[in-house]
Nanobody, 125 residues
Framework: QARVVESGGGLVQAGGSLTLSCAAD????????MGWFRQAPGKEREFVAG????????YYADAVKGRFTISRDNAKTTMYLRMNSLKPEDTAVYYC??????????????????WGQGTQVTVSS
């Protein structure tokens, strides 16, 4: 069973930074697009950022563009999300997702087949 596991969440003050990591097994990671989504209490899960399997094509939600950076290290089968200038509205559970069907990232959750358990990010004002 392929899987992905997030880490790196925590509590940070507004304006601070965090880096999330997503470790995937080789079968999940090799030639597939991956993405980050988040879900705040009472809200639907939303797209944050996505990256193609070569690491060249990236997409960002408007709310995080210019503040977050997605990257991946295929040799380590790990994806990252560097989050700078964090705001209280970034508070959410962040999920890593991997596609088994697409090389290019998508903003649609349905494009992803494997999901992690999530890691909590809390930004205090």
């Amino acid at each position: 069973q392929a899987r992905v596991v997030e880490s790196g969440g925590g509590l940070v003050q507004a304006g601070g930074s965090l880096t999330l990591s997503c470790a995937a097994d080789g079968r999940t990671f090799s030639t597939n697009a991956m993405g980050w989504f988040r879900q705040a209490p009472g809200k639907e899960r939303e797209f944050v950022a996505g990256i193609g399997w070569r690491g060249i094509r990236t997409y960002y939600a408007d709310a995080v563009k210019g503040r977050f950076t997605i990257s991946r290290d295929n040799a380590k089968t790990t994806m990252y999300l560097r989050m700078n200038s964090l705001k209280p509205e970034d508070t959410a559970v962040y999920y890593c997702a991997a596609s088994s069907r697409y090389e290019d990232p998508s903003i649609q959750p349905a494009a992803y087949d494997y999901w992690g358990q999530g890691t909590q990010v809390t930004v205090s004002s």
